[in-house]
């Protein structure tokens, strides 16, 4: 078994985008500058999004973080999304979901110009992804091909189960790995809650992409021997042991599973570094678009 370091190739990635940065600053351009929006004080949230304003300044990009309470209105956060709508030293921002149950995720989205949107999760951009046009691809889906491309795990022609139908990972994951492309070009299944005979289907997978939300769901049981596994959950899991109290695991039974793949990421250090990698790769495209 090898592991798929999403870590160290999201480093690389890094690296790259700030030569990049450093180049088009020396031309006398701004560098890309992301803008972030976060409501609430959820501790996950919380962190994802400052890991994403952290990642913002090791490459050089400018990053501003809208830290709202998690008691502000719709109205007040669509205004804030038209204010950075229209501010021209945006390149592109986010809002971190899930939003409090008073706010319409669909509603938010929707109102984000697609131009700016480097989430890759509005409609207009949703489609063109299904079409295979050019345009902001989400950054966890298009983490794991980059991840795959990096690797030359070859896709083409080959059985990819995707387990967990979620618009932001799940259902884009499966319309990528479909669509003409390198990585791509898969057969693939997308299963869900509602699926029968799981674990038949998933031992067909030469590739199983893994995010549906459950702690080590997938055991031994369920993996082809030489197959790819992708694991894109991340749970916090109290353990007295550690120092902080607590260890992350993902939707996979990494010590079961490990032995039997050829590849595997790791949690942590797998897909989510890899996600960063992806935004702050969108938020450059949006960058140079604007340039
Ligand atoms: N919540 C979980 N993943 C994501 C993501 O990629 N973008 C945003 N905006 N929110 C998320």
Redesign the pocket.
């Known amino acids: 078994m090898d592991l798929l370091d999403g870590k160290k190739t999201s480093l690389d990635i890094q690296k790259e985008l700030s030569e990049k940065v450093k180049s088009i600053v020396k031309n006398g351009l701004k560098p890309p500058h992301l803008a ?1 929006v976060l409501v609430g004080d959820d501790g996950a ?1 919380r962190t ?1 999004v400052n890991a994403k304003v952290k990642a913002c300044e090791r490459v050089g990009f400018k990053s501003t973080l809208h830290h709202l309470s998690s008691d502000v209105s719709e109205s007040e956060l669509l205004k804030i999304v038209n204010q950075l709508n229209a501010d021209d030293s945006v390149d592109g921002f ?5 939003l409090p149950n008073h706010i319409d995720d669909h509603k938010i989205t929707l109102a984000i110009s697609p131009n700016k949107d480097v ?1 890759g ?1 509005h409609p207009e951009n949703v489609g063109k992804m299904t079409l295979g046009l050019p345009t902001f691809l ?3 889906p298009n983490g794991v091909m980059e991840l795959l491309k990096r690797y030359n795990i070859p896709t083409e022609g080959k059985n990819t189960v995707v387990i967990g139908r979620s618009s ?2 799940g259902t884009p994951m499966s319309i990528l790995m479909s669509r003409k492309t390198n990585p791509g070009n898969s057969t693939v299944t997308l299963a869900h809650s509602r699926t029968q005979n799981l674990e038949e289907i998933c031992m067909k997978a030469d590739i199983l992409i893994v995010a549906i939300g459950i702690p080590e769901f997938v055991t031994s049981n369920m993996v082809k021997p030489n197959a790819v596994v992708i694991d894109v959950g991340i749970h916090r899991i109290e353990d007295a042991s550690r120092k902080n109290g607590f260890r992350l695991i993902g939707d996979v039974n990494f010590s079961e599973v490990s032995s039997k793949c050829s590849y595997i990421t790791p949690v942590p250090g797998g897909v989510g570094p890899m ?1 960063i990698a992806s ?1 702050l790769m969108n938020t450059y495209i949006a960058s140079s678009e604007r340039n």
Do not use: N, R
């Open positions: 972030a949230s994802y986010i809002v971190q979901l899930p989430d999760f989400p950054a966890t932001i990972v996600t935004l």
